[in-house]
């Protein structure tokens, strides 16, 4: 079994419609969670960081951490075609030189 | 604020040359430096990572290898690319002593070796 699962995709909803992208994972030391967004032929960035579980909302995103059942998603609300891009989750174990671990992506379209 | 430069963004190289790919972080001291590489479907894959100066950990045996001259500078090299190497590189850095060691990539290098 693979440390994080994360959907293969490929995801299409129509513009305005709600998402949801999930992961699963299965090293229960993870404790710090997030989420990149990578356009074509760019770095990946940033998006959304949760420490443990529980929500956390930005804008139209909120990312949500469930560590009981060792799954965590990110909603997008009210989606936009500027949201089409690939989604990666990432998730860490406490220490200072504790490494990423990355799931492997899924690619969102949305259409106008 | 601190910002990620990597270089060249898109090169073209023939099979059995060598491979020279750079890195410089501003506006952070010390940091965490990795090179990673991204193939279609298959994720990213962390190739290297350092701590500090001359400091290079490897993440998978091949064909490449990595240096760090310096702080802020991070090097990805090969003396002779094969096929394979093809894909994207991805120079990335996190903070020492970051909380979740949340790492900042750069906008990536694309390898074609034909």
């Known amino acids: 079994q693979k440390e994080v699962e994360q959907d293969p995709g490929p995801l299409s909803v129509p513009e305005g419609a709600i998402v949801s992208l999930n992961c699963t994972y299965s090293n229960s030391a993870f404790q710090y969670f997030m989420w990149y967004r990578q356009y074509s032929r760019k770095g990946p960035e940033l998006l959304m960081y949760t420490y443990s579980s529980g929500n956390k909302e930005d804008g139209r995103f909120t990312a949500q951490v469930d560590k009981s059942s060792k799954y965590i998603s990110l909603f997008i609300r009210d989606s936009q075609p500027s949201d089409s891009a690939t989604y990666l989750c990432?998730?860490?174990?406490?220490?200072?030189?504790?490494?990423?671990?990355f799931g492997k992506g899924i690619t969102l379209s949305v259409r106008p | 604020s601190q910002t990620i430069h990597q270089w060249p963004a898109t090169l073209v190289q023939p099979v059995g040359s060598p491979l020279s790919l750079e890195c410089t972080v501003e506006g952070t001291s010390n940091p965490n430096l990795y090179w990673y590489r991204q193939a279609a479907g298959r994720g990213l894959q962390l190739l290297f990572y350092s701590v500090g100066i001359g400091q290079i950990s490897s993440e998978v045996p091949q064909n490449l290898s990595a240096s760090r001259p310096q702080d802020r500078q991070f090097i990805l090299s090969s003396k002779k690319l094969l096929l394979s190497d093809s894909g994207f590189y991805l120079c990335?850095?996190?903070?020492?002593?970051?909380?979740?060691?949340?790492?900042?990539f750069g906008e990536g290098s694309w390898l074609t070796v034909v």
């Open positions: 990432a998730m860490s174990r406490t220490g200072a030189n504790s490494k990423l671990t």
């Open positions: 990335a850095w996190s903070r020492a002593q970051g909380a979740g060691n949340t790492i900042y």
